[in-house]
């Protein structure tokens, strides 16, 4: 069965630099690979998304994601970190083609900037 | 245009009770899906309806149902009410059943006492 891994509960970061979150996903290459953002006492919205066609995406607010198959990854990075950056993320696939409605995610990683 | 709107906020029950969580999706959506986050934890699959019927289950007991109206708006039911049920419960919207991407909700954060 599908399954998702991000490595590492909490990233802190200062303001400017780089945000990296990582993400693994399991077996097979999942149809679809998406990226949300949770802040507190809300619900997910969604950053960015893959499904076919080139590997690097971009989303919302200045982040990318690369899909790399040979690595069975979909890490989250965004050049310069911003205050408003600080949220709970989370990678998430969908495990089929015909499972648009079901989304595994993992366990989210909480994004702490320092001044 | 309105977002996923889900009702109420936040309750509160005691262990045994019955709750019944309420979900608007977006207008023109014909697909709901229901999630639990459990504090600390991503979220995890329950249940997804389109055009009234049930096209996806998650690995949860029997005590958990929902249904799909008319309207498109969603409920989630939940029997026996147990302490491990305290939760965020978030409702997610799409155009089709198969379409990958989804609209939350702000969810119904559920304490059982």
């Known amino acids: 069965a599908q399954s998702v891994t991000q490595l590492g509960s909490h990233v802190s970061v200062s303001e400017g630099a780089l945000v990296l979150l990582r993400c693994n996903y399991s077996s097979s290459v999942p149809p679809y690979l998406f990226w949300y953002v949770q802040y507190p006492n809300q619900g997910l919205q969604l950053l960015l998304k893959y499904t076919t066609g080139a590997t690097l995406v971009k989303g919302i607010n200045g982040f990318e994601a690369e899909f790399k198959k040979s690595e069975t990854s979909f890490h989250l990075t965004k050049p310069s970190a911003h205050m408003s950056d600080a949220a709970e993320y989370f990678c998430a696939v969908t495990p089929s083609y015909n499972q648009g409605g079901k989304l595994i995610f993992g366990q989210g990683t909480e994004l702490s900037v320092k001044p | 245009d309105a977002g996923v709107t889900q009702s109420p906020t936040h309750l509160i029950k005691t262990r045994g009770q019955h709750v019944t969580l309420r979900c608007s999706p977006i207008?023109?959506?014909?697909?709901v899906s229901w999630y639990q986050q459990v504090l600390g934890q991503g979220p995890q699959f329950i249940f997804q309806y389109y055009e009234k019927e049930e096209r996806g289950r998650g690995n949860f007991p029997d005590r958990f149902s929902a249904r799909q109206f008319p309207n498109y708006s969603s409920e989630l039911n939940v029997n026996a009410l147990l302490l491990g049920d305290s939760a965020l419960y978030l409702c997610?919207?799409?155009?089709?059943?198969?379409?990958?991407?989804?609209?939350f909700g702000a969810g119904t954060r559920l304490s059982v006492l």
């Open positions: 207008s023109g959506h014909k697909s």
């Open positions: 997610a919207s799409s155009q089709t059943s198969f379409e990958n991407i989804q609209y």
